[in-house]
Nanobody, 121 residues
Framework: QVQLVESGGGLVQAGGSLRLSCAASGPIFTINAMGWYRRAPGSQRELVAIITTGTRTNYADSVKGRFTISRDNAKNTVFLQMNSLKPEDTADYYC???????????????WGQGTQVTVSS
């Protein structure tokens, strides 16, 4: 019911930047937290960054100081600004959102389809 659509992935050289976007749509009453996860080939999915409604953020140690997560609550959209990209940042990046549905107030936990980020050396 809740759909997340990501955009902004692509191919970039090491040291470059990319900006990912993720827009949530559907019968949303409220979104508590939105975040970005990634899965590199042969690895498990890991948290990259998360932001709460109150704009509290948390980052993986590997991206601190290079990535910035932000959100537009009015548009149910989350962004990930990625600077100083490294080849080890290469992965599929997935957006996640959790909150409550309108009407029933049932909790939801939704995932996007993923967007590929490739950083060449």
């Amino acid at each position: 019911q809740v759909q997340l659509v990501e955009s902004g992935g692509g191919l970039v050289q090491a040291g470059g930047s990319l900006r990912l976007s993720c827009a949530a749509s559907g019968p949303i009453f409220t979104i508590n937290a939105m975040g970005w996860y990634r899965r590199a080939p042969g690895s498990q999915r890991e948290l990259v960054a998360i932001i709460t409604t109150g704009t509290r953020t948390n980052y993986a140690d590997s991206v601190k100081g290079r990535f910035t997560i932000s959100r537009d609550n009015a548009k149910n959209t989350v962004f990930l600004q990625m600077n100083s990209l490294k080849p080890e940042d290469t992965a599929d990046y997935y957006c996640n959102a959790n909150g409550q549905l309108g009407g029933s107030r049932t909790r939801f936990d939704a995932w996007g389809q993923g967007t590929q980020v490739t950083v060449s050396s």
